[in-house]
């Protein structure tokens, strides 16, 4: 594929026309929303186990905050690019204007392999770069999350070295934190949930007996697991999964609680009992009522999407579907419930955790999963309608709402004529 077709920023900034186009909007929204009001490049100094000193460099972008302060994750990886943290801001403004939340699209990101380093390594590199980032971020201005290769003890870290700057305990500067420190119970869970919560409603729209339905889940981290194992619990049968070492599966049907011992003990799902090795491709085609891409973007190209059989595709990763599989599945008449809407889960909990925060006040988990069903099912039955409406997929319908209530913000403001 061309590295057009596979540039995120480029993928996101065409997602964005089309809804601007489809919503009859001036072009002064698209010229606003193509590109993020602000992208902070950084360069991060660290003193390494052997005494030399490594330069880390790390962005940080801000979409649009007509709404409200910038939210979105952080994330440590090999393959971190401009580029690509961008467009993953873009698409937060518009996860949570989806789902109705009092924020825009952040996004962060440090080109580093977590994996070489050491614990006091992570943990210098996770303070320097809430130095360089420590003007433009706060409870009011830009609250970042765990992502790719981070997580809730390398968000403690950077509040920690935040309220050291500002003198005092700014816990509501991150989401994804240790539950002592102001985390939110329910979080951990929250992103696969929301994707199973949604793909249930669309198997109800559909006449999908949620109880008789046959799954497959691309991905066994956090959020694929999690969707597994809570699907499973409706009644569900998840026929097959993969991860990073490969995939099983069995068409009577997975014991999700006994693979994810399995893979704790093991490190791998592959070599669970009863099952047969699949590769990537073919478990995402697969016979199947409900597909759950939880891996990584673009997975489900047009190659993969001419041999999908799934009815639903809920996407619990960011991105996993190119533009050109997109109309591929469309055109079979698959349901694709986007990234924007299906795994919002994480970032409606982590505002949950945000106004927690504010509060000083803290909800029980029975609390949380009660406040994110409603919130999820609202989002889905204002896409879902939009799509009936327009006549359009459902993440052209999902960009539709988000665009549009940016787009009022934006106007009431006075940032459009």
Known sequence: MSEETLNPFLIAQKQVREAVTELGLPDAVYEILKQPLRVLEVAIPVVMDDGRVQIFMGYRSQHNDAVGPAKGGLRFAPGV???????????????????GLPYGGGKGGVICDPKK????????LSRGYIQAVSQI????KDIPAPDVYTNPQIMAWMVDEFSRIREHNAFGLMTGKPLIIGGSAGRGTATGRGCVIVAAAAADKLGIDIKKA???????????????????????????CNDSTGGIHSPRGLD????????QKTGSVLGFPGTVPVTNEELL?????????????NQITETVALGVKAR???EAANGPTTPEADAILSGKGVLVLPDVLASAGGVTVSYFEWVQNLMSY??????????????????????????????VTMRRAAFMVAVSRVAEAMKVRGWLD
């Not at 690019?81 to 789902?99: G, H, I, Q, R």
């Not at 999700?256 to 893979?263: C, D, G, L, Y």
Request: aromatic share 6%.
């Open 285 to 297: 085609q697969l016979e199947c009522d409900i597909l759950i891409p939880a891996a990584l973007e």
């Open 81 to 99: 690019t401009v580029d690509e943290v961008k467009a993953l801001s873009m698409w937060m403004t518009f996860k949570c204007a989806t789902l």
């Open 362 to 391: 803290y909800w029980t988990e029975k609390e949380v999963h009660e406040k994110l069903t409603v919130m999820m099912n609202r989002a889905f039955d204002a896409v879902y309608q939009m799509h009936e409406q327009k006549k």
């Open 214 to 240: 046959r799954v497959v889940v691309e991905g066994f981290g956090n959020a694929g697991s999690v969707a597994a194992a809570i699907i499973s619990e409706m009644g569900a049968s998840v026929i097959a």
């Open 256 to 263: 999700v609680k006994a693979v994810i011992a399995h893979k």
């Open 312 to 314: 639903i595709v809920s």
């Open 117 to 124: 380093l050491s614990s006091r390594e992570l943990e210098a």
């Open 137 to 140: 971020v706060g409870p009011d």
